[in-house]
Structure formats: C-alpha cells, structure tokens
C-alpha cells in the first residue's frame, strides 16, 4: 500500500520556489506538486530534461550547475527576472559516487562536496539575500538524509555532505529567525534513478531493514516538502523532518 497524495489548491498561491535538481525524482515530483498548489517554479539542473518538466507545469527552467557558484547566482538573478522574488528556495540537487574511502578519488569527493555542501551554501546565501532585500518571509528547504543521523557503509564523502546540511539549516534557522525559516528534510529510501543501481540481491536486504518494507514514491516526499513550507508550518525551523518508514527507529 502506498500513500495517496492531497494537494492543496492555492496553499503556494503565486508564491516562487526554486528548486535545484529539479528534473528527476525528488525535486522534479516537487516542482509538480508546487506548481499543483500554485507557486511558480523555477527549476535548476544540469540536465535540460528539467526544461520539458517546466514546460508541463508552466514553470521556467534555468540550467544550473550547483556546483558553481557564479551558476547558483545567476540562477538567483534569473529567477527574480522572471518571477520577480524568491519566497522558497529547495536545496537539493545531488551528485554522488557511493565508494569507501580508500577507494574514492579527491576529484570525486569535490564533486560531491562542490554540489552537497558548498553548492546548498552558496543556494542559501542567494536566497538568503534575495529575501532579507525583498523585506519579506522566506523559507529555506535543505534535502538530507536518514545518513545525516546515521552511518551506513561505503558513503563517507556522502555523509560527510548530508551533515553538513544538517547543521547549516541549523545555523540558518538560528541566524534569520523569525523572518526566514530553514528546514532540512531527511528521507530514507526513495525510489528514484538514485538507486536505480543497486542490485536487486543487496536491495532486498535494504528493504528487509525498513519496517514500512518498502521505498517510498518521491511524491510522498514533495508532499512533506509542500507542508514545510507554507505556513501551517511557521514554528517549524531549524530542524529536520524524518520520512523514512521507520528506518531509524529500529536503532
Ligand atoms: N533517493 C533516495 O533514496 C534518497 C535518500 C535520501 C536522500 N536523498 C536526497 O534527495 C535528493 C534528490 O535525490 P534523488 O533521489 O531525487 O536523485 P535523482 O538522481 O533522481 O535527482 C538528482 C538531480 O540532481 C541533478 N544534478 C546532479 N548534479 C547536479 C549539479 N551539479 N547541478 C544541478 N543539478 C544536478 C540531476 O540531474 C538530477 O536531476 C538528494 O539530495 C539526495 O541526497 C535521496
């Protein structure tokens, strides 16, 4: 059984969320379901795909390498050009070869740093401004991990990213409160082309791990990304919210 979604019509009323990695999975059933709920969307990635997804949701599309901050800025530029402010800005594209240690290279950890940490850094600091400049409320989504809580074996640069996000919503939450919230979501196994590669032997025992004995849909995500940002959820801030089929729970 999976869950059913409830969008809620106007609740992003022209509200504009950006969203990084917004062409596949979890970012891309964000745009959708933003867009459902009435923002208007600017989504960012390398990918051009992310194009044909705005096009279907009426949004605008910018190509954006995360990992560049002149790219992250210009996407700032270009989204206040089209839109005319940023009231959501959703960190959370990401780039990712899973090796241990010894086996991972330094060029290979800076990619996944460029995009996991210093890329949702310089995200927040675009959007940080535009905001403060723009005199209004804002919110600051950051996609983590159920490995920000936890280890699991073979994925040090990876943690090491998913941490990170972890105490930087932390400390954006304390340094723009009340006016801008920071929110890190913190999902488990989400079935998207990010574990499109794990065989199917070593998925049964990671399944055999979660006591919801299954992945869940990104939508399911988006969903808890739309709830964070409106403004039911104006006391929420500086934390993370856990969806995760009670992964973490076993202990
Ligand atoms: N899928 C899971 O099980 C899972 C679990 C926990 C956390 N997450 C997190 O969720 C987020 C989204 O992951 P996903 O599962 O949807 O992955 P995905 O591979 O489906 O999507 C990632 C997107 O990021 C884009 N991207 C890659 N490098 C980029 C760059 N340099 N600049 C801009 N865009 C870039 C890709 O083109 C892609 O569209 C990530 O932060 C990931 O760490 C995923």
Not at 13 to 33: K, M, P, W
Not at 51 to 74: E, L, N, Q
Not at 94 to 117: C, M, N, R, W, Y
């Amino acid at each position: 059984m999976t869950a059913r979604m409830f969008p809620v019509p106007g609740r992003h009323q022209d509200r504009v969320y950006v969203i990084t990695g917004g062409a596949h999975g979890i970012g891309r059933a964000c745009a959708e379901r933003f867009a459902e709920e009435g923002a208007r969307v600017m989504i960012a990635d390398l990918d051009d795909r992310g194009a044909k997804v705005a096009d279907a949701i009426g949004g605008a599309f910018h190509k954006t390498d995360m990992s560049d901050p002149d790219a992250v800025r210009a996407l700032a530029d270009a989204t206040v050009a089209s839109f005319g402010r940023i009231d959501i800005w959703h960190n959370n594209a990401f780039s990712a070869v899973f090796k241990p240690i010894h086996e991972q290279t330094l060029e290979e950890f800076d990619t996944i740093t460029g995009v996991g940490i210093r890329g949702y850094w310089m995200g927040a600091k675009v959007a940080v401004e535009q905001m403060r400049g723009q005199g209004g409320k804002g919110v600051i989504v950051n996609t983590a991990s159920v490995q920000s809580f936890v280890g699991e074996k073979g994925f040090s640069a990876y943690q090491a990213t998913k941490g990170a996000v972890l105490a930087m919503t932390r400390s954006l939450a304390i340094d723009h409160a009340p006016d801008i919230r920071a929110v890190a979501i913190a999902p488990g196994l989400i079935a998207t082309n990010a574990i499109k590669g794990i065989p199917d032997d070593v998925m049964e025992g990671v399944i055999a791990d979660i006591p919801a004995a299954r992945a869940a849909q990104p939508e399911e995500v988006a969903a808890l990304a739309a709830f964070i940002a409106s403004d039911e959820a104006d006391y929420m801030s500086g934390t993370a919210v856990i969806l995760d089929g009670a992964y973490l729970a076993i202990g």
